[in-house]
């Protein structure tokens, strides 16, 4: 079992160790390995550089997934050799998250291309926001109004005219 070392450049400097198989899964590294030559890659020495905007703990966190979602398949295709019914583990992993969590691990799951991760995440983003308001929404999500008050107003009143009018407009 080979074990891969990863430097995020734009973070305090930690390093992250993951399985080589569970890292490939992400197919931004399967593309720096394939850059790399084999030779040069030497189990546990060698650092990975890899450059994405986000907190240590996520990228640990997104490397644990890696490592949990391998192994996961891995008894399953042992068990049943289909990955048909592959259990939704990944809601415990998400469990604990909070909203800035969900969306670096969105940012990361992105950039690497780790399409499983970057689905449940959007399926957990889209929970958060499902059924809400819009301001309820710009509170989740930290969007500030592009808007003065005054504008907001204004254009209450445009869309309420616009409205009242197409209301009484008939298609006969």
Excluded at 6 to 28: I, K, M, W
Excluded at 30 to 57: C, G, H, M
Excluded at 69 to 89: C, H, Q, V, Y
Aim: net charge negative; glycine share 4%; proline share 2%.
């Amino acid at each position: 079992m080979q074990f891969l070392r990863f430097h995020n450049l734009l973070s305090t400097g930690s390093v992250f160790t993951c399985e080589r198989v569970a890292a490939e899964n992400s197919a931004v590294i399967r593309q720096l390995l394939k850059d790399f030559n084999a030779d040069e890659i030497v189990e546990n020495t060698t650092i990975i550089p890899i450059s994405v905007n986000v907190s240590d703990d996520c990228l640990a966190r997104v490397f644990e997934w890696l490592m949990c979602w391998r192994k996961a398949l891995k008894e399953l295709e042992d068990m049943s050799g289909s990955t048909d019914n592959f259990p939704i583990w990944d809601e415990y992993f998400f469990d604990d998250v909070d909203s800035d969590m969900l969306f670096e691990i969105l940012i990361v799951a992105n950039y690497l291309e780790i399409t499983p991760l970057y689905e449940q995440a959007c399926e957990m983003a889209a929970g958060l926001i499902r059924g809400k308001s819009t301001s309820e929404i710009r509170e989740i999500l930290n969007i500030e109004g592009d808007y003065t008050r005054e504008q907001e107003d204004l254009v209450r009143e445009q869309v309420g005219d616009f409205y009242d009018n197409a209301a009484g407009y008939s298609l006969r």
